[in-house]
């Protein structure tokens, strides 16, 4: 078991942001985290990095409180996937992968041989090696997705946390990007990812937690306490689930009081 969320709290000032929130990222599991903008997604995500210290409750990341890891001891532990945003210097594709073997060098020292090796190992892992050497600001929103995920497997941590990583990609890059995630849990990775298409979740997860005003709404197998109503708490939308050949599809209700 990777991460282990008890009880957290978290306020900035006086605005509560987080209350009570508690569940468990399993290795060899996908867990989704759900919930409209404002439910605490995001600062859930920041505590859990380390970047926000301030909390109540404990976070325990292989058995060890988290507060109690230098950042360097937490980078080996937990690597974080961030949306794709626009890049303004022109690294290749490469030297994006191997920023994600410095935590484990002295804080002058350059990656070598070694941690090439890593970082080209991760590219073809995921199917991008022949990306190696092009400029990471030249690439398509989908294939810079999945530099990042090989710059957090060069980073050699068993956890990995993903921030939305399929915003602002298109149909069949979303697709591909969960599909390497869920491939990853497979592989015994801890894999936690927000989304706001609760689809991504019933589709891909073997977990969810849905945050909803800092609380949790639900958690759990995704076919259990997916339905209807929640999507209704969440986003105020109606919405059947509707059996397919390929599993469950969410539809919103058209022209039913949603907007």
Excluded: W
Aim: glycine share 10%; proline share 4%; hydrophobic share 45%.
């Amino acid at each position: 078991m990777s991460i282990v969320v008890e009880q957290l709290h978290f306020a900035y000032g006086q605005r509560s942001v987080l209350r009570g929130v508690s569940f468990s990222a399993e290795d060899g599991r996908l867990l989704a985290v759900l919930g409209p903008n404002g439910a605490g997604k995001t600062t859930l995500f920041r505590c859990i990095l380390g970047l926000m210290s301030r909390y109540e409750g404990r976070i325990l990341v292989d058995g060890t409180d988290a507060r109690t890891l230098p950042a360097r001891a937490l980078a080996h532990r937990i690597a974080y996937i961030p949306q794709v945003h626009g890049q303004a210097f022109s690294y290749s594709v490469l030297e994006m992968v191997l920023m994600g073997t410095t935590h484990g060098l002295s804080p002058l020292a350059v990656p070598k041989e070694k941690e090439k090796a890593a970082g080209l190992a991760a590219l073809e892992r995921l199917g991008i090696a022949q990306l190696a050497q092009k400029p990471f600001s030249k690439l398509s929103g989908g294939e810079q997705q999945l530099v990042l995920i090989a710059r957090a497997l060069a980073q050699a941590a068993h956890t990995l946390v993903m921030d939305e990583p399929t915003a602002s990609l298109d149909y069949g890059n979303q697709v591909r990007v969960l599909e390497h995630a869920r491939a990853l849990a497979r592989e015994g990775y801890a894999v936690v990812f927000s989304t706001h298409n609760p689809q991504h979740a019933l589709s891909y997860a073997d977990g969810v937690l849905a945050l909803l005003e800092g609380e949790t709404a639900a958690l759990g197998d995704p076919s259990e306490v997916m339905d209807a109503a929640l999507l209704y708490r969440l986003y105020g939308v109606h919405t059947e689930f509707l059996k397919t050949g390929s599993g469950i599809l969410i539809a919103p209700r058209v022209g039913e009081g949603n907007a």
